[in-house]
């Protein structure tokens, strides 16, 4: 089984600019802190927070580092063709319903 760590190599192939203090160190992936630098709550977001648009700027993202690996980018276009259109919202509902049971146990 390959356990090689592939994220710092796929950041530097993604189609997006890097972020320099981004690394992987024992399996661990290393990023900056600071007081201006932190995830984002939708709770802070307040009222006219538009999550459809926040989470197809995260997919667009996601994209972005897949386009990096240039001789997937075919096969992810084929992928994503034979889905059907809510494929995506529906996928995302199980892993909530996995995710919550898992911080369960």
Do not use: F, Q
């Not at 089984?1 to 992987?24: C, F, N, Q, W």
């Not at 197809?56 to 386009?67: Q, V």
């Not at 997937?72 to 994503?80: H, Q, R, T």
């Amino acid at each position: 089984m390959d356990t090689e760590i592939y994220y710092e190599e796929v950041l530097a192939r993604s189609g997006r600019s890097l972020d320099p203090v981004v690394k992987v160190y024992e399996g661990w992936v290393v990023r900056r802190l600071a007081p201006d630098c932190h995830r984002i709550e939708l709770s802070e977001l307040g009222p006219e927070r538009d999550e459809k648009r926040m989470l197809r700027a995260m997919g667009w993202e996601t994209g972005n580092i897949h386009l990096g690996t240039r001789p997937a980018v075919k096969d992810v276009l084929n992928n994503l063709k034979g889905r059907k259109i809510n494929w995506l919202r529906k996928s995302a509902a199980k892993m909530v319903v996995v995710t919550l049971k898992d911080w369960e146990m």
